[in-house]
């Protein structure tokens, strides 16, 4: 069972940058698709972006395309969420979790949820 940890939240302005971090407790993941999702307070949890087992594709939602990267690093068993031109709308706590859907958008696609990372872009 594939254990997450997220990591790399905080607080920015807005126009800032910040670099959220994903590893696996005690397995490796470099055979899963993964993905980060967000939830603001009151709010469902969103999609964010997700990527294949090898990191050669991607997909992203629409209101972070052009300002977040999804990457991973295999050999160090970590994926990563590079969040640019962070705006206020942003703010939420951020999950990483793993599908055998990939393309999927859908949170019940995904399992082994992290505890999350919070963040917060001020205006």
């Known amino acids: 069972q594939v254990q997450l940890v997220e990591s790399g939240g905080g607080s920015a302005q807005a126009g800032g940058s910040l670099r959220l971090s994903c590893a696996p407790s005690g397995r490796t993941f470099s055979r899963y698709h993964m993905g980060w999702f967000r939830q603001a307070p009151g709010k469902e949890r969103e999609f964010v972006a997700g990527i294949n087992g090898n990191g050669g594709s991607t997909y992203y939602a629409d209101s972070v395309k052009g300002r977040f990267t999804i990457s991973r690093e295999n050999a160090k068993n970590t994926v990563a969420l590079q969040m640019n031109s962070l705006k206020p709308e942003d703010t939420a706590v951020y999950y990483c979790?793993?599908?055998?859907?990939?393309?999927?958008?859908?949170?019940?696609?995904?399992?082994?949820w992290g505890q999350g990372t919070q963040v917060t872009v001020s205006s």
């Open positions: 979790a793993v599908t055998s859907s990939y393309g999927s958008t859908w949170s019940a696609d995904f399992r082994a």
